[in-house]
Nanobody, 119 residues
Framework: QVHLVESGGGLVQAGDSLSLACAGP????????VGWYRQAPGKERELVAT???????NYADSVKGRFTISGDNAKNMLYLQMVALKPEDTAVYYC?????????????WGQGTPVTVSS
């Protein structure tokens, strides 16, 4: 059973910064991809940022230049640093790990941490 635990969400004002953290299992960064997703009220869950097995990062266009994903392999911790937050960044943020095997993806999710950005 893969257990992911997010922390760091909260209520901030537009323009503020916030950092999220995700505690993953031993071997978290051995997964094919780890990252952050978010789901705003009434919307589908969407990709925010990922780190692939080769260390390659990928960002949603809406957060490029404002969000930075990073990880600490030794601590099995994944981070998302967010600056210049906008009201449209309001969502529940989920930590994710994915493993591709046998032609299928197995995806693991945390419980989510809410981020609210007031205007």
């Amino acid at each position: 059973q893969v257990h992911l635990v997010e922390s760091g969400g909260g209520l901030v004002q537009a323009g503020d910064s916030l950092s999220l953290a995700c505690a993953g299992p031993v071997g978290f960064f051995s997964m094919d991809v780890v990252g952050w997703y978010r789901q705003a009220p009434g919307k589908e869950r969407e990709l925010v940022a990922t780190i692939g097995n080769g260390g390659i990062t990928n960002y949603a266009d809406s957060v490029k230049g404002r969000f930075t994903i990073s990880g600490d392999n030794a601590k099995n911790m994944l981070y998302l640093q967010m600056v210049a937050l906008k009201p449209e960044d309001t969502a529940v943020y989920y930590c994710n790990g994915g493993v591709f095997s046998g032609g299928e993806w197995s995806r693991y999710w945390g419980q989510g941490t809410p981020v609210t950005v007031s205007s």
